[in-house]
C-alpha cells in the first residue's frame, strides 16, 4: 500500500472518531438538559396511576403512551434519565476521586509521606466546589462534588486505617524483636 493512500486511512479514521465523539457529546449534553429541565418538561406526574388510561398508544397528549398502570411513559423515560445521571455524576466523581488520590500518594511518596500527600491534594477546594454548583448552577449540578466529598471521606477514612494499623504492627514486631535480644 502505498504512502499516501495510508495517511488518506488514517484521516478517514480520525475524522471518523471526532464525528462520534462530537455525535456523543451533543447527546450527553441534550440527556442533561432533559435532566435539569425535567421538571419543566414532563407533562404528567409519572407516578400517578389512572387506569382509564391504561396501555395507550403514542398519541399528542401521551408522546411514548401510557403503562398498563396508566402512567405515562415519557415522563417516566425523564424521571428514570435523572436518576441514570445522578448514578452517572457520583460513579464519575468517583473515580477522578481515585485519580487523585492515586496522584497524591504518587507526589506524596517523592516528599515522604503517602497518607499526606494523597489527603492533601485531595481535599482541595471540594466544598467550594459544592456551593458554587448549588447557588450558581442548577442543584444537580452539586451531585459530583458532594458524591466526590463522600469519597473522598471514605477513602481518606481507609488509607489512615490502614496506615495506623501498619504502624501499630510494625511497632510491635519492633518492641517483640528488641525483648527478644534482652
Not at 29 to 42: C, E, G, N, P, Q
Not at 152 to 174: E, F, K, M
Request: with cysteine; glycine share 6%; hydrophobic share 45%.
Amino acid at each position: 500500500m502505498s504512502e499516501a493512500v495510508t495517511v488518506r486511512i488514517q484521516k478517514i479514521k480520525k475524522n471518523t472518531i471526532k464525528g462520534r465523539l462530537i455525535f456523543f457529546l451533543i447527546l450527553v449534553a441534550i440527556l442533561l438538559l432533559i435532566t435539569v429541565f425535567a421538571d419543566k418538561i414532563v407533562p404528567y406526574d409519572p407516578y400517578v396511576q389512572d387506569l382509564n388510561q391504561s396501555r395507550q398508544a403514542p398519541s399528542a397528549a401521551h408522546w411514548m403512551g401510557t403503562d398498563q398502570y396508566g402512567r405515562d411513559v415519557f415522563s417516566r423515560v425523564v424521571v428514570g434519565a435523572q436518576t441514570s445521571i445522578f448514578s452517572t455524576l457520583a460513579l464519575v466523581a468517583l473515580v477522578l476521586c481515585l485519580i487523585q488520590f492515586a496522584v497524591g500518594r504518587a507526589i506524596g511518596r517523592r516528599c515522604g509521606d503517602r497518607v499526606v500527600g494523597a489527603q492533601g491534594l485531595a481535599q482541595k477546594n471540594t466544598v467550594l466546589a459544592v456551593w458554587m454548583a448549588w447557588t450558581y448552577f442548577d442543584p444537580v449540578s452539586s451531585v459530583a462534588p458532594a458524591a466526590y466529598i463522600a469519597w473522598q471521606n471514605i477513602i481518606n477514612s481507609i488509607q489512615l486505617y490502614l496506615h495506623g494499623r501498619h504502624a501499630t504492627q510494625a511497632h510491635n514486631s519492633h518492641h517483640s524483636y528488641n525483648s527478644h535480644l534482652s
